[in-house]
């Protein structure tokens, strides 16, 4: 066989699997882009674009192994009933009723079946089903870190009151991904 052939066989196929890898990191951003939102900026800024799609990935896998659950009816309902009291409590005592909140998001979130380790970890878990209120979550956790300090004001509080209870209401009436992919799959 021509030499040339061979080398000209050989630069095509260098170009093709050259192409296809490029295709491939392309979706993959996309999809995980799709899938973080804002986290996958925060992510991407933190890390760099290739060390964030890695940890954002891993961060998939983990909670892949998670055995997420949606709450019976009437667990969901005590939840509401305790949220409810914690937000009435809020204008006597808005430093515990964020403590309160704070808890009682924990609770709510090991009730689903997420691990309640520490802080970061738990917000890393969460961005993967919940994306779009993670920084909620982070926001308020901030601010009670910031009232253990004495830095922060009522609005402060008043905010991170607003902050949990986006989070609380997501995470009461999301379905779990299993129940999503379903319902997408069989919607269409």
């Not at 080398?7 to 093709?16: D, G, K, Q, T, Y």
């Amino acid at each position: 066989m021509d030499p040339k052939i061979i080398v000209l066989v050989a630069v095509v196929a260098v170009v093709v699997i050259l192409v296809a890898w490029i295709v491939i990191r392309k979706r993959r951003t996309m999809a995980l882009r799709q899938r973080f939102g804002p986290e996958y900026e925060r992510t991407v800024r933190e890390h760099g674009v290739a060390r964030a799609e890695n940890v954002l990935a891993a961060r998939e896998k983990r909670v892949e192994r998670f055995h997420i659950r949606e709450l019976p009816r009437d667990q969901r309902e005590h939840f509401v009933t305790e949220w409810r009291g914690v937000q009435s409590r809020f204008v006597d005592d808005p430093a515990g009723a964020v403590s309160e909140a704070d808890l009682l998001v924990g609770q709510l979130m090991h009730a689903r079946g997420y691990p309640t380790s520490d802080f970061e970890q738990r917000a890393a878990d969460l961005s993967v089903e919940h994306p779009s209120v993670v920084d909620n979550y982070r926001a308020a956790h901030e601010i009670a870190l910031r009232h253990s300090r004495n830095e922060a004001n009522t609005e402060d509080l008043r905010n991170a009151m607003i902050y949990y209870r986006s989070l609380f209401e997501n995470l009461l009436h999301a379905p779990t991904t299993v129940e999503a992919r379903e319902t997408t799959r069989w919607a269409s």
